[in-house]
């Protein structure tokens, strides 16, 4: 029982510090630097983990170096802000301004 202790113990040494630099990765297509939309780079070096990383390079300020893969979500739709052009509400509503 204390031997596989000691090597779950062990082996989780092992691990932890690849975890953490998975993790401390930038992930996404935006630039850490600049926050400007980087360019996937090809890489032969990165081809078996590049399901959850990948080289990026970003061409407006040329930072280069390995990003995390993400998960791209729909954007979220904006909603725009029309202006009440009533002057006089009908109503006594709290939200309006008087």
């Known amino acids: ?18 975890v953490l630099l998975y993790l401390f990765l930038p992930s996404g297509r ?9 360019v996937g780079i090809r890489a032969r070096a990165l081809l078996p983990v590049r399901r ?3 080289l990026r390079w970003c061409m407006s300020c040329g930072w280069e170096g390995v990003a995390r893969h993400a998960v791209l979500r729909k954007p979220v739709p904006k909603f725009e802000v029309v202006p009440d052009e009533a002057g006089e509400a009908e109503d006594d509503a709290p939200w309006r301004p008087r």
Request: aromatic share 14%; glycine share 4%.
């Open 1 to 18: 029982m204390l031997w596989l202790f000691v090597s779950a113990l062990w082996a989780a040494m092992l691990l932890s510090p690849f």
């Open 30 to 38: 935006d630039c850490p630097r600049c926050a400007a939309e980087t």
């Open 52 to 54: 959850i990383a990948g």
